[in-house]
């Protein structure tokens, strides 16, 4: 059974810095696509970032140059580093595991709060 677990989330001034983390459990993350999603209050959820099993990485432009997406096999964690927080950055952030960067499987985490004040 798979299991995401993200944490690192927290409160932050804007230009601050945050690292999510996601701790991934029965899957080996070096062979999935794993992607960081976002949902801010009374909008979709949406996709940040994303690294293939070949280590191809993916960005939305709103965090392309802030944001870096990376793993750690011996982990089997995933993270996401936020760099120049911006209040618009607020949201809870999620991991999910996917087949590709298009075909996502229905294994999300619970989620972590990360707040940006202005």
């Known amino acids: 059974q798979v299991q995401l677990v993200e944490s690192g989330g927290g409160l932050v001034q804007a230009g601050g810095s945050l690292r999510l983390s996601c701790a991934v459990s029965?899957?080996?993350?070096?062979?999935?696509?794993m992607g960081w999603f976002r949902q801010a209050p009374g909008k979709e959820r949406e996709l940040v970032a994303s690294?293939?099993?070949?280590?191809?990485?993916y960005y939305a432009d709103s965090v392309k140059g802030r944001f870096t997406i990376s793993r750690d096999i011996a982990k089997n964690t995933v993270y996401l580093q936020m760099n120049s927080l911006k209040p618009e950055d607020t949201a809870v952030y999620y991991c999910?595991?996917?087949?590709?960067?298009?075909?996502?499987?229905?294994?999300w985490g619970q989620g972590t709060q990360v707040t940006v004040s202005s």
């Open positions: 690294i293939t099993s070949g280590g191809s990485t």
């Open positions: 029965g899957r080996t993350v070096s062979r999935w696509t």
């Open positions: 999910r595991l996917g087949y590709t960067t298009t075909a996502w499987s229905n294994s």
